[in-house]
């Protein structure tokens, strides 16, 4: 019995000091960064759901109320920008781990997100004035987007052998479905 106590014990301090590790391995900065990409990805969540059930029927106060969650998006990219470009320089391999491990969820998220966009198109085209206002979200999501992810790839360096590339297959991602989202709402054909 007295064994038992030990090892629980013993177990205990040890599970209490590799936490307590692996929360300074993590600069406050960083975790700031990785704490509002979590927000961007709620944000996401938010908007998608909006738009997932919208139609024409809806009509244009709707599409308001879905540009008015997109607007709260920009808001948390915005702020992600800020906290993350702070967080530039060397960070350590836990670090960019952790960012990793952060940012990994959001890339299908979003590129899912603005399929649905697309998707969404015939939609806003038969709801008047709905096509200029997404047009408008979709160029100021991505130009919030570029500023982060410049960021994000910012904050690891050549030292990281995986980070770089990972990031830079997120970016291409992003940049591919920002294109095919912007190309197809820069006319009013339906056919996206």
């Known amino acids: 019995m007295r064994f038992t106590s ?8 040890l599970f209490v000091n590799a936490a307590s590790l692996t929360k300074r391995a993590v600069s406050d900065q960083v975790q700031l960064c990785r704490n509002d990409i979590d ?11 909006a738009l997932s059930v919208y139609t024409s029927a809806d009509g244009i106060s709707v599409a308001v109320e879905i540009h008015v969650r997109e607007q709260l998006l920009e808001v948390a990219l915005k702020k992600a920008g800020v906290d993350c470009c702070t967080a530039i320089g060397k960070v350590t391999d836990e670090e960019a781990d952790a960012m990793l491990t952060t940012v990994t969820p959001v890339i299908p998220q979003a590129t899912s997100a603005l399929s649905l966009i697309v998707a969404k198109k015939p939609e806003m085209v038969a709801t008047m004035f709905a096509m200029g206002i997404v047009r408008e979200d979709i160029k100021n999501l991505n130009s919030q ?3 982060l992810y410049t960021c994000i790839r910012d904050i690891g360096t050549e030292q990281h052998p995986t980070y770089i590339p990972t990031i830079n297959d997120f ?21 996206p």
């Open 6 to 13: 030990l090892f629980a014990t013993a177990f205990c301090v």
């Open 39 to 49: 927000a961007i990805s709620v944000e996401i969540k938010n908007v998608t759901d």
């Open 145 to 147: 987007t570029v500023t």
């Open 171 to 191: 970016i291409s991602q992003l940049d591919n479905s920002f294109a095919t989202s912007s190309a197809a709402y820069s006319n009013r054909t339906i056919t």
